[in-house]
């Protein structure tokens, strides 16, 4: 992608940031393993989004699509139903299971129910 990445401490309020001047993506060292990688895939779909041209919306509509894109590239389904009926649903287990953190299982997880809701109305 072209796409540097690097390290940076941030003061807990964010844990990367994607700057489309430089093409960096900036990852928080001080994280885990999981948080890393999450974090990674997120910044690398911002900077997707903004190759192709998504910057024109607004902030708050990135956010969500780049959360939402970030569970899927990073869930697989069917691990994601054997996690979920190994663990009764529990999201700290599931989420240790599938090397994810909690946030990104809680954004598949709605995700999958606004999916289902959609679909019975």
């Excluded at 001047?21 to 974090?39: K, L, N, W």
């Excluded at 690398?44 to 607004?58: Q, R, V």
């Excluded at 902030?59 to 969500?64: A, F, Q, V």
Aim: proline residues 3%.
């Amino acid at each position: 992608m072209g796409v540097l990445i690097e390290d940076k401490e941030f003061d807990g309020t964010q844990c990367g940031e994607y700057d489309p001047d430089t093409r960096t993506a900036y990852i928080d060292p001080t994280m885990s393993m999981e948080q890393r990688v999450c974090t990674l895939q997120h910044e690398l779909i911002h900077a997707k989004h903004f190759d192709d041209g998504l910057g024109l919306l607004s902030r708050e509509k990135e956010e969500r699509l780049t959360r939402k894109e970030t569970a899927f590239s990073l869930i697989n389904p069917i691990e994601y139903m054997r996690a979920e009926d190994l663990y009764g649903g529990e999201p700290y287990a599931m989420a240790q299971e599938l090397g994810i953190t909690v946030g990104v299982l809680l954004d598949y997880r709605r995700w999958l129910h606004d999916n289902l809701a959609a679909r019975a109305a």
